[in-house]
T-cell receptor
Framework: GNSVTQMEGPVTLSEEAFLTINCTYT??????LFWYVQYPGEGLQLLLK?????DKGSNKGFEATYRKETTSFHLEKGSVQVSDSAVYFC????????????FGTGTRLKVLA | DGGITQSPKYLFRKEGQNVTLSCEQNLNHDAMYWYRQDPGQGLRLIYY???????QKGDIAEGYSVSREKKESFPLTVTSAQKNPTAFYLC??????????????FGQGTRLTVV
C-alpha cells in the first residue's frame, strides 16, 4: 500500500542554520504531496504542497520539490528561526481508490537561539 | 470564519465508559476523517467518510464508531472495547475525491485521558 517515510528526529539546529528534513513516499499513480506543521497541543496546519512532478511548493521560507524519479519531497529552509520549532509531517493524498491522506511519523525540530 | 471545531479540548474517561468526541466543519467539505496521534507514531487513520451517510474503516477502527448523518458533523465514539484510548484525536476535512490536489484541514484536537 501507499506509505510515507520521513527522517526521525529530533533535529536540533542553531538559529540561522540550514534545514533539511527528508521525506520519501511509495504510491501508485501520481499522489499529491504535502508538508504540515504542528505546534504543541494544536492541530496540523498546511505548510506547503505540490500536486505534480517537478512542482515546487513554498511558504514562509520553506520549500520542497516533488521529485518523481526519486519519490521524494524533502523540506528545506535556508535560515531557521526559534519560532520554527515544531513537529513537521510529510503526507500524500491518494488520487484514486479511497482518496485517503497518509502521513509520515513526524520530525521534531528544535531551534536554539 | 470557516474551519473545523473539535470539542471538548480535554476529555477524561473512566475505564468502561463510552465517550463521544465532536467534530463540526463549516467549510462545505464532503470528506471528513478521524486520526489518532500517539507519541512517535504519527497520525493513524481511524475512520473516514467521503459523503453523508457513508463511512469506511481506517487502519485502527477497532473499539471506535462513527456516524455521518449531516455533512457538517462527524462524531467519533470511543467505546469501552478500545483497550488503550488515551491519545490525541484529530479530526480533518477536505473537498473530497472530486478535488485532486487539495489539502486536508484539521481541527485543534481533543486530548482523551482514561482515569
Amino acid at each position: 500500500g501507499n506509505s510515507v517515510t520521513q527522517m526521525e528526529g529530533p533535529v536540533t539546529l542553531s538559529e540561522e542554520a540550514f534545514l533539511t528534513i527528508n521525506c520519501t513516499y511509495t504510491a501508485t499513480g501520481y499522489p499529491s504531496l504535502f508538508w504540515y506543521v504542528q505546534y504543541p497541543g494544536e492541530g496540523l496546519q498546511l505548510l506547503l504542497k505540490a500536486t505534480k512532478a517537478d512542482d515546487k511548493g513554498s511558504n514562509k521560507g520553506f520549500e520542497a520539490t516533488y521529485r518523481k524519479e526519486t519519490t521524494s519531497f524533502h523540506l528545506e529552509k535556508g535560515s531557521v528561526q526559534v519560532s520554527d520549532s515544531a513537529v513537521y509531517f510529510c503526507a500524500l493524498s491518494e488520487r484514486s481508490g479511497t482518496y485517503k491522506y497518509i502521513f509520515g511519523t513526524g520530525t521534531r525540530l528544535k531551534v536554539l537561539a | 470564519d470557516g474551519g473545523i471545531t473539535q470539542s471538548p479540548k480535554y476529555l477524561f474517561r473512566k475505564e468502561g465508559q463510552n465517550v463521544t468526541l465532536s467534530c463540526e466543519q463549516n467549510l462545505n467539505h464532503d470528506a471528513m476523517y478521524w486520526y489518532r496521534q500517539d507519541p512517535g507514531q504519527g497520525l493513524r487513520l481511524i475512520y473516514y467518510s467521503q459523503i453523508v451517510n457513508d463511512f469506511q474503516k481506517g487502519d485502527i477502527a477497532e473499539g471506535y464508531s462513527v456516524s455521518r448523518e449531516k455533512k457538517e458533523s462527524f462524531p467519533l465514539t470511543v467505546t469501552s472495547a478500545q483497550k488503550n484510548p488515551t491519545a490525541f484525536y484529530l479530526c480533518a476535512s477536505s473537498l473530497g475525491q472530486g478535488a485532486r490536489g487539495t489539502e486536508a484541514f484539521f481541527g485543534q484536537g481533543t486530548r482523551l485521558t482514561v482515569v
